[in-house]
């Protein structure tokens, strides 16, 4: 069976007075139904443009996406014009965003809104339309959605907003959802419940997830699939469970060492240096000059997607000496 | 005599929708040397205290015991000679900086303020506390935009120990940061702890963080410490319900222990500290919760041991254990997961 | 990091009007220079025939006016007289308005109340009235010219200045500072006001363009200083021939239009340069 979303070679540019900024660099993966994968890294990863790029919503100006494929079952999204987007956005991609805040309405009521992104992709009356978004209030575990519906935003805490983000991206039974770290400005414990509830809807709904987040934690509970991006790249991809059992990338194993755990008394772990600019970049790979394990070979050649196993996908020479060495099949 | 003695601190604010009631009688001491964590979630007051301890809002009854100077009433002249004795390392690290100063200048602000030396002992202060926070020594004739967040973040924490301090209160002083960087901040403020001999107010919402950092834990919800033990014990036997929710909703980096970990999911949302619910405060999330619980205010109670909890359900038997409110042994997460692999 | 001047140049000349506004200020600039150089004695001075066509005798190029004075010296002195009233009346519009700002928007409650009651009731008064009032009672002189405008112009600095403060105040790094025991006026000095400045001094433009248009209006009326030329003056003299020597008016309309127009096109330009918000873009 053919995944439900294939992105190859995705690559997006900003163009800025100060230069080119390479947000997005050949960038792969591919996303199953019923699947969630999380693109997790840290601030100027370009995890968020990648979502931008699949919404077809990168801001030009600056932003441009110079080439790849982005395929939706047999239609390559990046081909279609901004017409046939728009019917795409919100009824077979949907988003939600991270300010729960800022990225509802505020003089509209939440019911109101839902209403709208129902009316937006489907032929249905109003009353009906009406009925679905009290339907998805209640879908989202929002107690008393008939009482909410005439709600505005303001009155509702982070946490509820969130969760009417998640039904107006429901509105319309999307095959892939695209959550930009949705719990990053919520409370702890209202993150739990964000993210449980993204989790028992993504098995009801049957979708593709794709979870961007810089929280290796969030990752831990609710993806089964990870890749981590670098400096605009894909370093590594594997299955979750591997990811934190054998991290095999020098900057994963860098990251996981730099969280806190309990128990553990030491030191953290910290990568040296500072997250590059984009802009300058280095001829090899983007991690070498922070990368403990670097070699002169990494500072002159970029690392190709190597593929070990049949699940997992690592860009790093070091890494692939090193699984090479334990007698693994690497196929460059 | 501890090093920071608060007393019954209350501090509120009014607004237009009524008033906010963010710190509500606490009761805390921080020892010399002494890292204490301050947790909670947004609207708790853990901010709040933090800026009250500094006066940098003034709170409305109880008092703040500074090295054995109660500085609660200071006029500003008398205040500005206790002043060094604690500073702060704030969140932002892009807000915090004059975006027009140099970094030369806002380290060496806090000496010029409180007339530290000769203009020549403060430029050496100033290039020996950029090696201690590890920046180059062309820094000096920079601003703060030329930097990254981590490399802000050190030039606030050598604003902030310039003065010498006793105490530091490190307002969220690691949230904004990612995640490689935060390791190499959090590093930093540890060294400079065992070298320094600072003590450490550090308030996050992070327990993870908090864990890795210090010596003993306050736990606070809606404007008051509903729980408080060192570190160890606090993780062992989290006693208060509230505590025992936050802990489990910390994500653990380990995804077979995500899985099959018993989710405490608590009910509802944070309540507004405009409005705290009666009785205990937390009593409208508490999946525990009695009818006493919804009347009565628990007191803040020291059980054996240097723990305290101001929970009802909360009972030291007549053997010297303690009963407590639980889900089951499963329920958190014990102290099991593994580093990463190396 | 580049050189800031170089810095502030590159940015500015992405604004090509900006950089023809400028183009047109040095030229008045230039001309309020050398007036007394070209045009050595009083401007003032009745010099020969009345009511002279421009471009008819080669002595007086810009023609005179209706008492026989020369147009082109009137221009040039009067260019310096306009751009000194200006400069000045914005000065002192910007001076009044950032304390008044800078104190209300940084202690807020009731000293923000009663200044910006305060600031309400200047805001309130019609400007010219106001105005011509004021030099009506103090008299036409280039002081009280300059002091009145400076006295209605400054209500919109004191709004954007304590707006501006109010948001910084609330920075981390004013948090610092008082954290640190700065005291209040050296904040607002040393860390906030540095901050503020830059939209200040965009309005502070715009501020020199309304003061150039006030002091016309008042010389047009005939209560500016009559004893200093001034574009202003010369239309006032020239109303009354306007259906046969309409040049005497004309002229100098054109030169404050254009004055008016560069300063404008400046105010812009330092807009694009100093509004952070579109940095980078």
Redesign the interface.
């Given at each position: 069976m053919s995944p439900l979303l294939q992105v190859c070679d995705l690559t997006t540019h900003l163009f800025t007075v100060e230069g080119v900024v390479k947000a997005v660099e050949g960038l792969s993966f591919d996303l199953d139904a019923d699947e969630t994968l999380a693109l997790v890294g840290e601030s100027g990863c370009g995890k968020s443009m990648t979502a931008l790029s699949l919404m077809g919503l990168v801001p030009d100006p600056p932003g441009r996406i110079v080439g790849g494929q982005v395929l939706l079952g047999d239609r390559d999204l990046l081909q279609l014009s901004e017409h046939e987007m728009q019917k795409i956005r919100g009824n077979e991609i949907a988003m939600v965003f991270q300010e729960p805040m800022t990225s509802l309405n505020p003089v509209f009521t939440v019911g109101d809104q839902i209403v709208e992104s129902v009316l937006t992709h489907r032929q249905v009356s109003r009353r009906q339309a009406r009925e679905r978004a009290v339907e998805l209030l209640d879908l989202v575990r929002i107690p008393d959605p008939r009482g909410r519906f005439d709600d505005y935003p303001h009155r509702l805490s982070g946490g509820m907003r969130q969760r009417v983000m998640i039904a107006m991206a429901l509105a319309c039974d999307p095959d892939v959802l695209i959550a930009d770290e949705p719990t990053t400005a919520l409370d702890v414990t209202i993150q739990a419940q964000v993210l449980d509830l993204l989790g028992e809807l993504q098995g009801e709904f049957g979708m593709g997830v794709i979870l961007i987040t810089h929280d290796l934690g969030v990752v831990a509970g609710i993806a089964d699939r990870v890749v981590v991006m670098y400096a605009g790249r894909k370093v590594e991809e594997a299955p979750v469970d591997d990811i934190f059992a054998s991290p095999l990338h020098p900057y994963t194993q860098g990251l996981l060492g730099s969280m806190p755990r309990p128990g553990l008394e030491e030191r953290l772990r910290e990568i040296p240096g500072v997250i590059p600019s984009l802009i300058d970049m280095t001829p090899g790979c983007s991690f070498a000059p922070r990368c403990a394990k670097a070699m002169a070979r990494c500072r002159e050649e970029q690392p190709d997607h190597a593929t070990i196993g049949d699940a997992r996908v690592v860009a790093c020479f070091a890494a692939e000496e090193e699984v090479a060495g334990r007698g693994l099949a690497v196929d460059t | 005599m501890a090093l920071l003695s608060i007393r019954d601190l209350m501090a509120h604010f009014e607004t237009p929708r009524g008033t906010v009631y963010a710190v509500d009688g606490v009761n805390l001491d921080i020892g010399s040397g002494e890292t204490v964590g301050l947790v909670g979630e947004s609207g708790c007051g853990k901010s709040t205290l933090g800026k009250a301890i500094l006066r940098l809002i003034e709170p409305n009854f109880g008092s703040i015991v500074l090295d054995s100077v109660d500085i609660t009433h200071l006029k500003r002249r008398q205040l500005a000679r206790h002043r060094h004795k604690v500073q702060m390392i704030f969140q932002d690290p892009y807000a915090s900086l004059n975006p027009r100063a140099t970094v030369g200048r806002i380290i060496e602000e806090p000496l010029m303020v409180n007339g530290w030396g000769s203009d020549r002992e403060r430029k050496e202060r100033v290039a020996w506390l950029l090696e201690k926070v590890g920046l180059p020594t062309d820094s000096l004739k920079r601003h703060p935009h030329e930097y990254s967040g981590g490399q802000r973040q050190r030039i606030g924490i050598a604003r902030a120990i310039a003065l010498n301090p006793k105490i530091v209160i490190c307002d969220e002083a690691v949230s904004a940061l990612d995640v490689s960087i935060r390791a190499q901040i959090i590093n930093l403020l540890t060294d400079l702890r065992d070298e320094l001999g600072l003590s450490y107010l550090f308030i996050s919402h992070d327990l993870s963080v908090v864990e890795h950092i210090a010596d003993r834990v306050c736990v606070m919800y809606l404007g008051k410490i509903v729980e408080i033990a060192e570190r160890e014990r606090l993780w062992a036997m989290p006693l208060h319900p509230y505590t025992q929710i936050l802990m489990a909703a910390v994500p653990v980096l380990d995804p077979k222990i995500a899985r099959e970990r018993k989710k405490i999911i608590p009910r509802d949302e944070l309540p507004s500290p405009l409005n705290p619910p009666g009785g205990c405060r937390f009593h409208t999330r508490c999946p525990y919760a009695q009818p006493k619980c919804r009347d009565e205010e628990p007191p803040l109670r020291p059980l054996q041991g240097r723990q305290s909890v101001a929970c009802h359900l909360v009972t030291e038997q007549a053997d010297g254990s303690i009963a407590y409110p639980t889900m089951a042994a499963e329920a958190a997460p014990k102290n099991d997961v593994r580093g990463a692999p190396a | 990091?580049a050189n800031p001047v170089t810095e502030f140049w590159r940015r500015y000349r992405r604004n090509g009007a900006a950089v023809v506004g400028l183009a047109i200020l040095c030229v008045v600039v230039a001309m309020a220079l050398s007036a007394p150089v070209f045009f050595p004695t009083n401007p003032l001075r009745l010099v020969g025939p009345a009511e002279l066509w421009p471009l008819t005798d080669a002595r007086f190029p810009l023609g005179t006016d209706s008492l026989g004075r020369d147009i082109a010296a009137q221009l040039a002195h009067g260019a310096g007289t306009t751009l000194i009233i200006g400069l000045v009346a914005s000065l002192v519009a910007t001076t009044i308005g950032v304390g008044i700002g800078a104190a209300a928007g940084y202690y807020g409650g009731l000293v923000d109340d009663v200044l910006m009651r305060f600031t309400e009731i200047f805001q309130t008064i019609p400007n010219l009235i106001f105005l011509l009032a004021l030099v009506a009672v103090l008299g036409p002189k280039i002081e009280h010219v300059v002091i009145g405008i400076g006295l209605i112009s400054w209500t919109s600095v004191a709004r954007l200045v304590r707006a501006e403060f109010m948001t910084l105040r609330e920075?981390?790094?004013v948090?610092?500072?008082?954290?640190?025991?700065?005291s209040d006026l050296?904040i607002i000095v040393t860390?906030i006001l540095?901050?503020a400045i830059p939209p200040v001094i965009v309005l502070a433009s715009l501020i020199v363009a309304g003061a150039v248009l006030f002091e016309s209006a008042l010389a047009f009326l005939g209560l500016s200083d009559p004893n200093i030329a001034s574009w202003g003056g010369l239309i006032g003299e020239g109303r009354l021939l306007i259906r046969t020597s309409w040049y005497v008016c004309a002229l100098p309309g054109l030169a404050i239009l254009l004055t008016v127009l560069a300063l404008n096109l400046i105010g812009d330009g330092l807009n694009d340069v100093l509004n952070p918000m579109l940095k980078?873009?």
């Open positions: - | - | 990091m920075r981390e790094f948090l610092a500072s008082r954290a640190m025991g700065m050296r860390q540095p901050n980078n873009r």
